[in-house]
């Protein structure tokens, strides 16, 4: 399962939401439109462990293992997403899952279903997954991600992957998997390598954890729009 998302906030405003655990920037954030949804190779902002505490970087969206070293578009395997069952296994995931941990804010995420009748290459509905906050720093919440730095064919490249497993009942009749989804203080303790790592994450949430709304392709707005505003 590939799934886009949102994040519909200023980087700076959801930094400062870490109150005392300090985040530094240690690159140019990328320049979009906030409207505009973050798709599998995109680059995303990722929080991690640095050298001098916490930082936040700008990094690709679907993972190029460290043993890969051809060109990173020679990389095919679906990485965009890891699989909660497969990291302690996968030679992909399991190095970045003991040693690479990291967060990914958004605001929403999109989940997709195939309508009756449905076939290849029609276009399937599309839903935009958000919750309610419970407090007002809850309106950003955060992917549960692994990383890994790869020295490709095409020069050094850091990028990762968002922890997914089995749906919980708000998505099941939608797609097969859905993201590990935390709160602050939640994405703090999966970033400890000493904590309870992939035992903490809960993939299949509470029926009413997410209201959909259907958020068709169409209704997103176009680049010749964004010019025009």
């Not at 176009?222 to 025009?228: A, D, I, Q």
Request: with cysteine; proline share 11%.
């Amino acid at each position: 399962m590939s799934i886009e998302f949102h994040l519909r906030v200023h980087p700076g405003e959801d930094l400062r939401r870490f109150e005392t655990t300090p985040v530094f920037w240690s690159d140019t954030p990328p320049q979009r439109p906030w409207d505009a949804p973050i798709k599998p190779t995109d680059l995303a902002f990722m929080i991690r462990d640095g050298a001098e505490g916490l930082e936040a970087v700008a990094r690709r969206w679907w993972m190029v293992p460290a043993f890969h070293k051809g060109p990173v578009l020679a990389w095919k395997t679906l990485c965009a997403n890891a699989g909660i069952e497969a990291l302690e296994t996968s030679p992909i995931f399991r190095e970045p899952y003991a040693a690479r941990r990291a967060l990914v804010p958004m605001t929403s995420f999109i989940a997709y279903e195939e309508p009756p009748g449905w076939r290849k290459g029609q276009p399937k509905r599309r839903w935009e997954a958000t919750w309610t906050p419970t407090s007002p720093t809850d309106k950003v919440r955060y992917f549960a991600a692994i990383w890994d730095r790869a020295e490709t064919a095409d020069g050094p490249l850091e990028s990762f992957a968002i922890v997914t497993g089995p749906p919980g009942p708000d998505l099941a009749g939608l797609q097969d998997s859905q993201p590990a989804v935390l709160t602050l203080a939640q994405g703090l303790d999966w970033l400890n390598l000493d904590g309870p790592g992939k035992a903490s994450l809960v993939t299949q949430t509470p029926s009413g954890t997410y209201d959909l709304t259907e958020a068709p392709r169409e209704q997103v707005m176009s680049r010749e729009l964004r010019r025009s505003l």
